[in-house]
């Protein structure tokens, strides 16, 4: 494709176009996180050229961070056949509808060059670790079994782990135990992924060395040392909380189609019930500071626990002026577990 950009992800065009000419889709819906939104004008050019006839297609501009997170109620505004979700794999969890969704995986077009293999021995060496456990976000499994072929040439062993429903290697925000069932078996994980969030999310769980690499910034970092600060407060604010006089919890339901678990919040409830507490149930969209301040103004609980997605509590709210959980803090709370639990 003469788009650069188009170039820089690794996209099966041509079977998305023989999927919407064999289900004889005419109006499609795609979706795609902010950072591949520029995608959007490659596959929209790509099937308009390739599938002929009429092809009415919308954009969402929405954003979504996670295959949780599908655009179900603008495809039926628009009607829709199918939603096409561009960078992510389905979600374990996702409250199933009538409209199709097809996930078109994104792969950065990314080898790992000698300078990159370089920094990433010289850290996994400071550590003397030898056995790897490699990992990548979605966009960048692909490049898993390359960076496992230049670790394995210079003398590392490597472990991907798997699990039914993932690429081998993926990890995803709020699902770790394939990665922590390998944990016996390694001195350290290293994971690809742009950002902090996976390696980050799993630096809170086990017991080993993570390691982040960074494919854009061509960087590597020490997710053990940034989970360590996140821990101290998260433990701090727990262990505060069990000598606090709590009266009122507020446990927070979203209504995404993947983050809508209606059973995790009753279970909440439940438990709160039977330790004394007067409980409410709040269902959000999008939850933010704002967002929580229009619900403590109405509720003025005690605590608040949220139930969508268990990184909003410890990455976007862990400044609110109230203590606001995750469900596996929740439960550290009322059982006294004192071993971080993460997600529920
Ligand atoms: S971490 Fe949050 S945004 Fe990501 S998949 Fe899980 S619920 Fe969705």
Redo the contacts with the bound molecule.
């Keep these: 494709m003469e788009n650069s950009v188009c170039n820089l992800y690794l996209v099966d065009y041509g079977s998305l176009a023989q999927l919407v000419i064999r289900e004889g889709y005419r109006r499609l819906l795609i979706q795609a996180p902010d950072g591949l939104k520029p995608l959007y004008s490659c596959i929209t050019s790509f099937l308009t050229n390739e599938v002929g006839g009429y092809l009415e297609i919308y954009l969402s501009s929405s954003p979504t961070?996670?295959?949780?997170?599908i655009a179900y109620d603008e495809a039926l505004r628009t009607s829709s056949e199918a939603i096409i979700h561009v960078g992510h794999t389905r979600?374990p969890w996702l409250t199933r509808s009538s409209i199709p969704v097809h996930y078109i995986p994104a792969f950065y077009n990314w080898t790992p060059s000698a300078e990159d293999i370089d920094l990433i021995v010289k850290a996994l060496h400071e550590i003397k670790a030898r056995n790897i456990g490699i990992l990548a976000s979605t966009q960048h499994v692909q490049s898993l079994s390359k960076l496992s072929e230049f670790l394995t040439n210079k003398g590392f062993e490597t472990i991907t782990p798997r699990e039914e429903g993932f690429l081998d290697g993926q990890v995803?925000?709020?699902?770790y135990k394939h990665a922590e069932r390998i944990s016996n078996k390694i001195d350290a994980y290293l994971v690809v992924s742009g950002g902090l969030f996976h390696p980050l999310?799993l630096a809170l769980i086990v017991d080993k060395y993570v390691f982040g690499y960074d494919p854009y910034r061509r960087t590597i970092w020490n997710a053990t040392s940034y989970a360590k600060k996140i821990l101290v407060k998260r433990l701090y604010l727990i262990s505060k909380l069990k000598y606090s006089s709590i009266k009122e919890i507020c446990i927070i339901l979203g209504s995404k189609p993947?983050?809508f678990r209606i059973d995790l919040a009753r279970r909440i409830g439940e438990e709160a019930l039977m330790s004394g507490f007067k409980i409410h149930y709040v269902v959000s969209d999008k939850l933010d500071f704002d967002r929580m301040v229009a619900i403590d103004n109405a509720l003025k609980s005690n605590i608040y626990v949220v139930t969508?997605?268990?990184?909003?509590p410890i990455d976007d709210l862990s400044d609110f002026y109230k203590p606001v959980l995750t469900p596996g803090e929740f439960y550290m709370l009322v059982h006294g577990v004192d071993k971080y639990v993460y997600p529920w």
């Design positions: 961070y996670g295959a949780c997170d979600y995803i925000g709020c699902y999310g993947g983050q969508s997605c268990p990184r909003i």
